[in-house]
Nanobody, 121 residues
Framework: QVRLVESGGGLVQPGGSLRLSCTASGTIFSIVALGWYRQAPGKERELVATTPNGGTPVYADSLKGRSTIARDNAGNTVSLHVNSLQPEDTAVYYC???????????????WGQGTQVTVSS
């Protein structure tokens, strides 16, 4: 079983910044990708940013230029930093992992419990 533990989030003023962190643990043979999605009220869950293993990070168009995603050297922790937050960035942010639990199994997709980010004055 793979567990994703998230930290960060909360109330942020417009124009402010946030930092989210997520650590994957459990039965992990290899991590294919680690990233973040978000879901605003009444909307579908959407990609924020992701880090494919050995590849270039991918960002949603709405966050390009004001966000940075990075993984630690061990590769099991991913952090997301977002600047210039606006009320439309308000959402529940979810950590996402694509993981080979075992070398003989296809990769599975796992989600964190979500952390609320509210941008408001």
């Amino acid at each position: 079983q793979v567990r994703l533990v998230e930290s960060g989030g909360g109330l942020v003023q417009p124009g402010g910044s946030l930092r989210l962190s997520c650590t994957a643990s459990g039965t992990i043979f290899s991590i294919v990708a680690l990233g973040w999605y978000r879901q605003a009220p009444g909307k579908e869950r959407e990609l924020v940013a992701t880090t494919p293993n050995g590849g270039t990070p991918v960002y949603a168009d709405s966050l390009k230029g004001r966000s940075t995603i990075a993984r630690d050297n061990a590769g099991n922790t991913v952090s997301l930093h977002v600047n210039s937050l606006q009320p439309e960035d308000t959402a529940v942010y979810y950590c996402n992992a694509i993981v080979h639990a075992r070398s003989t199994e296809p990769p599975g997709e796992y989600w964190g419990q979500g952390t609320q980010v509210t941008v408001s004055s």
